[in-house]
């Protein structure tokens, strides 16, 4: 992912979230710099996610809907969350342009990931997402 002999961010991943988010190059490296402090390895596991997230919402339990989250934003299906797949998902939910944020929704509610959302995935999301919302609000 990065340049390893001095874990700086490579070129290529700085140069394509630049074109694909509203960030900065100073921005981006400052991002990068946080990410490697909290996941040295370069990358956030499922259960990490879920702990983060957990934080968010402390009195309620937003596994099963932190779970789905992660699955959308975790584009290789690799089980963890690289830092452009990290930014990515920041720049989406936070100021990304409609079009990629009905993308990114399509993908949470495909449970199954084959294309098509079905009324048993719809139900499946609506009923963890609101559990989540009541406990935020």
């Known amino acids: ?28 490296c400052n991002w990068y710099e946080s990410f490697k402090k909290q996941c040295p390895d370069g990358k956030i596991t499922r259960p990490d996610f879920e702990k983060i997230y957990a934080n968010f919402f402390p009195n309620s339990d937003p596994q099963t809907y932190a779970r789905h989250v992660f699955r959308s ?11 452009r797949e990290y930014i990515i998902a920041l720049h989406l939910t936070s100021s990304g342009k409609t079009n990629l944020k009905l993308e990114w ?28 919302y009541l406990a935020f609000y």
């Not at 990065?2 to 988010?21: F, Q, R, V």
């Not at 584009?75 to 830092?83: A, H, I, R, S, V």
């Not at 199954?112 to 719809?122: A, F, I, L, Q």
């Open 1 to 28: 992912m990065g340049n390893t002999k001095s874990g700086a961010l490579s070129k290529e991943i700085l140069e394509d979230l630049k074109l694909n988010t509203k960030y900065s190059e100073d921005e981006l």
């Open 73 to 83: 934003f975790d584009t290789n299906d690799d089980g963890t969350l690289d830092f």
């Open 105 to 132: 929704a399509f993908s949470l509610f495909d449970v199954d990931r084959n294309g098509e959302v079905s009324k048993v995935e719809v139900l499946e999301i609506i009923s963890v997402s609101t559990v989540w």
